[in-house]
């Protein structure tokens, strides 16, 4: 069992940033980010393969949103520039055996972070 503890949510305004983390206690072959917005469902944001570094992100995030890893200290980040009200969600920390941005891949989950942009 993996446990996985996050921080760095909060609220903001459009064109901001924030930065979230994940600690994780123990590996997994992938890491990443979900978010999910009332009346959506929840989608990925970018994840990580945890040995190898490849990074696989939304297309509404491309550009803005950089994944990292730090694998000493089994803890992922996730670097949230020019921040819209549309990224405005319930952030999730996700660890699994898999990869991508299915969800299903993910087998351990965070507590979820709240975002808040507002314009």
């Known amino acids: 069992q993996v446990q996985l503890v996050e921080s760095g949510g909060g609220s903001v305004q459009a064109g901001g940033s924030l930065r979230l983390s994940c600690a994780a206690s123990?590996?997994?072959?992938?890491m990443g980010w979900f978010r999910q917005a009332p009346g959506k469902e929840r989608e990925g944001v970018a994840t990580?393969?945890?040995?190898?570094?490849?990074?696989y992100y939304a297309d509404s995030v491309k550009g803005r949103f950089t994944i990292s890893r730090d694998n000493a200290k089994k803890t992922v980040y996730l670097q949230m520039n020019s921040l819209k009200p549309e990224d405005t969600a319930m952030y999730y920390c996700?660890?699994?055996?898999?990869?991508?941005?299915?969800?299903?891949?993910?087998?351990?989950w965070g507590q979820g972070t709240q975002v808040t942009v507002s314009s």
């Open positions: 996700a660890a699994g055996p898999g990869a991508g941005l299915f969800a299903g891949s993910y087998k351990y």
């Open positions: 990580i393969l945890v040995v190898s570094g490849r990074t």
């Open positions: 123990g590996y997994t072959n992938s």
